[in-house]
């Protein structure tokens, strides 16, 4: 039986992380019953015995030429600053459709932010002292970095906030 609810966990994880768009963290409860469930939602009225997280979410690369340009900010800054410390700050692009989405969605949720456009040398500079990787949009809010772009992810972080 244990062998079953191994087999279910690992199905489930790989799920998971090929649908990362959907889903980012996948919870592991004991349900009132003593029962095993899984689940992309926090159980209500049963034990967490483990959450995992998923951070491979929808992201568009860097251009090349961008990439190469961060990689020469982030060897010529001594440590990585927090570019603006205060608020929801988005950094993106025009030209990305992640981005888009993840505006559209600060947008419905009327969730104010400032956004930091990676195409001028002030947003790229922003975009590396606040650790952004090989791809946006990244949000960063109360602390905690979003890479990639999926509404669970961003629904997990403003629910944390409140």
């Known amino acids: 039986m244990r062998y079953i609810s191994q087999i279910t966990f690992l199905l489930l994880c790989a799920?998971?992380?090929?649908?990362?768009?959907?889903a980012q963290s996948l919870y592991k409860s004991i349900g009132p019953?003593?029962?095993?469930?899984?689940?992309?939602?926090?159980?209500?009225?049963?034990?967490?015995e483990k959450t995992m997280q998923f951070t491979n979410l929808p992201s568009t690369a860097?251009?090349?030429?961008?990439?190469?340009?961060?990689?020469?900010?982030?060897?010529?800054?001594?440590?990585p600053a927090t570019a603006a410390s205060?608020?929801?700050?988005?950094?993106?692009?025009k030209w990305c459709g992640y981005c888009k989405q993840a505006k559209a969605y600060l947008a419905s949720k009327n969730i104010a932010y400032q956004d930091f456009d990676i195409d001028t040398r002030e947003g790229m500079t922003a975009?590396?002292?606040?650790?952004?990787?090989?791809?946006?949009?990244?949000?960063?809010?109360?602390g905690q970095?979003?890479?990639?772009?999926?509404?669970s992810a961003y629904d997990e972080l403003f629910a944390n906030r409140k």
């Open 86 to 93: 205060a608020g929801v700050v988005l950094y993106s692009a």
């Open 33 to 48: 019953d003593g029962k095993v469930v899984y689940s992309d939602h926090p159980p209500v009225g049963a034990r967490i």
């Open 145 to 151: 970095h979003v890479q990639g772009f999926s509404p």
């Open 127 to 142: 975009y590396v002292q606040a650790g952004g990787g090989k791809g946006i949009p990244l949000l960063v809010a109360s």
């Open 15 to 22: 799920i998971a992380v090929t649908t990362s768009s959907v």
């Open 62 to 79: 860097l251009p090349a030429s961008a990439s190469s340009y961060a990689e020469q900010l982030r060897r010529t800054q001594a440590s």
